[in-house]
């Protein structure tokens, strides 16, 4: 299983051109300085960024590439922001559903009801992020 991208983002002061190809099994470190792209990278591989013409295969399966774009919801993988971010169009209780969805039910060790109470988020639970 290999990981093969192909993006090009551009920005006013910045772009993107990475063509890479990576193992599927480890760990892999993306590193470099501020501002030469990481997040930028990260953020087309998850589906949060689109790079027109790029291309993104994961073990042998098209994510993005040739009219195929696989939307962020539906990538097998994990991914953990710099900052605090939330799905904008997503109540606060959809949010956390979207992330224990992404967890098997046998590793699930918290109770969403439990996990609610102990963070003291129970009235917040049908907003949106930005109220």
């Known amino acids: 299983m290999s990981i093969a991208a192909r993006f090009r983002v551009e920005y006013p002061a910045f772009a993107l051109d990475v063509d890479l190809e990576l193992p599927g099994r480890g760990v892999t470190a993306i590193f470099g300085p501020s501002g030469c792209g990481k997040t930028t990278l990260l953020?087309?591989?998850?589906g949060l960024a689109r790079s027109p013409g790029g291309r993104l295969t994961v073990g042998g399966e098209t994510w993005q590439g040739d009219g195929i774009f696989l939307p962020t919801h539906k990538r097998p993988l994990g991914y953990v922001f710099q900052e605090a971010n939330l799905f904008p169009h997503l109540t606060v209780r959809r949010n956390l559903d979207y992330g224990r969805s992404r967890v098997p039910a046998p590793d699930r060790r918290v109770n969403f009801d439990h996990?609610?109470?102990l963070l003291g988020i129970g009235h917040l639970l049908e907003r949106l992020p930005d109220s």
């Open 43 to 46: 953020r087309c591989v998850a």
């Open 115 to 117: 996990a609610v109470a």
